[in-house]
């Protein structure tokens, strides 16, 4: 069982920053493909951005340009830079691994974008 942990959630004014981090349990971490979701009520869950195992990024268009997803693996840890926020990216935002034992989620950390 891999376990994944979010945090870094909050409060910020529209055109703020927040980061968010995760971490991931095991040996092989530097081999999991990472990924970063967002979700708001009655709607489905959104890919924000994925990192793979040798740093190649891949982002939303609503996002690309302000959030920048990176790692460290001597941390088992991947973390999401978030610029330039705007009320829509409003949402409780989840981490997931995939790794060679299957694809494993935190339970969500809230960003709220609000004045």
């Known amino acids: 069982q891999v376990s994944v942990v979010e945090s870094g959630g909050g409060l910020v004014q529209p055109g703020g920053s927040l980061t968010l981090s995760c971490v991931a349990s095991?040996?092989?971490?530097?081999?999991?493909?990472m990924h970063w979701y967002r979700q708001t009520p009655g709607n489905e869950r959104e890919l924000v951005a994925q990192?793979?195992?040798?740093?190649?990024?891949n982002y939303a268009d609503s996002v690309k340009g302000r959030y920048t997803i990176s790692r460290d693996n001597t941390k088992n840890t991947v973390y999401l830079q978030m610029n330039t926020l705007k009320p829509e990216d409003t949402a409780v935002y989840y981490c997931?691994?995939?790794?060679?034992?299957?694809?494993?989620w935190g339970q969500g950390t809230q960003v709220t974008v609000s004045s």
């Open positions: 997931s691994a995939r790794t060679l034992y299957g694809d494993y």
């Open positions: 095991g040996n092989i971490f530097r081999s999991y493909i």
């Open positions: 990192i793979s195992s040798t740093d190649s990024t």
